[in-house]
């Protein structure tokens, strides 16, 4: 008090031995001040509520197949139960900054998650596949190794995380392989590839869940399974442990892998 009374130049409190009240300058600056204290105690409380109870917005970054595959089955069972948590999910292809882009946490396959990052798994390996129509196989021969694809039209994905054009990758008894294939067609998200692939324009390499309900209704057909392996699962990742929101802390319990029983 006695260091804001000698930058105003003037007493706020008159002070005796036995007791201070506030000067004329004082009483005034106190009814100025007044109801923003009350302001400030209520965004105070405001903040307490985020600690004690699961509340709040919570922001994520993640690739198209983790958020369709991963994030959104789990946030379609949790968020109903609690309606005081927001989520917003970006979907982005690239290895964004997490902390400079002022997102809560970031899901990538477990390979992409830099080593000063706390990882949580969020989901188990998984396997790429390629497949095409039948219509597009009626009048072309079934590739039976990765080089074979050079001769074929092929659907591309533009990743920048690969730089470009996604090179499709194999590998076969400890043999790594990488492809670039050619075709009239290139897109960055999971469903038009589907749908192209779908359509007989060419053969597409897509998550195997992604494809799976094809596969099994004969619109699509599998080759080259004994050359895609699998890939690590995704994880979640964040910066810190400390002072981790309830509604945080809820989404990645409810994220966590949990083996064959989840």
Same mark, same amino acid.
């Given at each position: ?11 706020? /409190?008159?002070?005796? *031995?036995?007791?201070? #009240?506030? *000067?004329? $300058? ?17 965004? +105070?409380?405001?903040?307490?509520? !985020? ?10 970054? $993640? &690739?198209? @197949?983790?958020?369709? $595959?991963? +994030? ?16 917003? !999910? ?9 902390? #400079? ?17 706390? #990882? ?28 074979? /694809? ?10 920048? *995380? ?14 790594? +392989? ?23 324009? &060419? +053969? ?8 799976? #309900? @094809? ?20 994880? !979640? ?12 802390? /809820?989404?990645?319990?409810? !994220? ?7």
């Amino acid at each position: 008090m006695r260091g804001l009374e000698a930058r105003l130049g003037l007493r706020l /409190l008159a002070r005796t *031995t036995r007791s201070v #009240a506030p *000067t004329e $300058a004082g009483e005034r600056l106190l009814r100025a001040l007044g109801p923003r204290f009350e302001e400030i105690e209520t965004e +105070l409380a405001g903040l307490s509520e !985020l600690r004690d109870k699961p509340a709040g917005t919570v922001r994520i970054t $993640a &690739g198209e @197949h983790a958020a369709e $595959a991963i +994030l959104w089955p789990a946030l379609s069972r949790l968020l109903p139960r609690y309606p005081d948590i927001k989520v917003e !999910l970006i979907i982005d292809y690239g290895l964004t900054d997490i902390v #400079a882009e002022r997102y809560d946490a970031g899901v990538r396959l477990g390979e992409q998650v830099a080593k000063d990052m706390i #990882a949580v798994r969020v989901g188990p390996d998984f396997r790429m596949a390629v497949v095409g129509a039948p219509s597009y196989f009626a009048s072309r021969p079934k590739p039976k190794v990765p080089q074979d /694809l050079t001769a074929h039209a092929c659907i591309n994905m533009r990743l920048p *995380t690969y730089g470009g054009i996604y090179a499709w990758e194999f590998e076969k008894r400890g043999r790594a +392989l990488k492809v670039r294939v050619e075709g009239q067609l290139v897109f960055n998200n999971i469903a038009l590839r589907v749908n192209a692939a779908l359509s007989g324009l &060419g +053969l597409a390499y897509l998550p195997e869940g992604q494809v799976q #309900a @094809h596969l099994a209704g004969g619109r699509l057909v599998r080759v080259l399974a004994d050359w895609c392996p699998a890939f690590s699962g995704y994880h !979640l990742y964040y910066p810190s442990r400390r002072q981790t929101a309830p509604a945080f802390a /809820l989404l990645v319990d409810a !994220l966590r892998y949990r083996g064959s029983s989840r």
